[in-house]
């Protein structure tokens, strides 16, 4: 079969499920009116310290996303992730994998892609397979922490235009795993900028520091979101550092970004416009210094 023809086939039969299953319901109730399809790259770029030498690591993958439908409170999508979520669950043997894989996301092996969805339920923002079962992550919309993205399935979308979706601002508390957090620093800006392109979103920065035994542990998590909620960009960096050894162990860091086509209602940034904001900005600040001056 054409993979042309398998695209459709699952394009309809997943159509068909939702009418038959949900019934007849109003698009972007919760969610927005999303592409059919993207594109991400996904470049890992890493310095391990065996022995005490550093090792240098770099592996760049291709991730697709298609047959995005969004139904009332849920978004379906279908994905080539399959290897990379799948391999965080454990089976006896192949026949339990590929059951599972077939019952709960139609997995189809010409192109290794599984159907998953997003689903809303109050203020609760899930993550669940075809079968409507909870999978590994869920969140609180009105506190949507961004540290759960560093698994990227879970945030390629979010429903930003619910009215109880809201970021998580304050991080006094720990993450799971993770120690009493130290340095804690976050940002959120309205714009953001992506290969010289200019956006309107959502553009959030976390950094912090954390104890493990003897290791410290210094981490950041970048994010630039759609102003509908598409994952557009998100870089991940980890640096392990041995304190009673006074040696690092890993400095990595793992980027994920949405290909440059898949993009919409960019403006182009250029150093003129950058030269024009800087000088108006340099000549108001002027002015002002000025009149506060002049009696």
């Not at 079968?131 to 919309?141: P, V």
């Not at 759609?226 to 998100?234: D, K, P, R």
Request: aromatic content about 20%; glycine content about 4%; hydrophobic content about 35%.
């Amino acid at each position: 079969m054409r993979r042309e023809s398998i695209y459709f086939f699952y394009g309809i039969s997943l159509v068909l499920f939702l009418i038959f299953s949900s019934g007849i319901q109003t698009q972007g109730a919760t969610w927005d009116s999303y592409a059919s399809e993207y594109e991400y790259t996904q470049l890992t770029k890493g310095i391990l310290y065996p022995g005490g030498e550093p090792h240098e690591v770099t592996i760049e993958d291709t991730f697709k996303v298609w047959n995005v439908t969004t139904v009332s409170d849920k978004v379906y999508f279908r994905t080539n992730f399959t290897p990379y979520f799948m391999g965080l669950m454990h089976f006896e043997n192949q026949e339990e994998y590929d059951t599972y894989l077939s019952e709960h996301y139609w997995y189809d092996n010409d192109t290794d892609s599984m159907s998953l969805a997003y689903s809303v339920v109050g203020t609760n923002f899930y993550f669940v397979d075809m079968l409507d079962s909870t999978l590994h992550y869920n969140g609180t919309m009105s506190d949507f922490d961004i540290r759960l993205i560093k698994h990227h399935m879970y945030g390629l979308f979010l429903p930003v235009n619910h009215p109880s979706f809201n970021f998580k601002t304050v991080y006094a508390t720990s993450f799971p795993i993770e120690e009493p957090l130290h340095d804690v620093n976050f940002q959120q800006k309205d714009t953001l900028t992506l290969d010289k392109m200019r956006y309107n979103g959502y553009y959030l920065y976390l950094e912090y520091s954390y104890f493990s035994t003897f290791i410290r542990i210094d981490y950041s998590i970048e994010l630039m979101y759609s102003s509908i909620g598409e994952l557009y960009f998100s870089k991940i960096t980890i640096f392990m550092y041995n304190e009673d050894f006074e040696q690092p162990v890993e400095d990595y860091e793992v980027t994920f970004s949405l290909n440059p086509e898949y993009r919409f209602n960019g403006t182009e940034v250029t150093w003129a416009s950058s030269l024009v904001i800087l000088s108006s900005l340099m000549l108001v600040t002027y002015a002002y210094i000025r009149f506060r001056r002049d009696p």
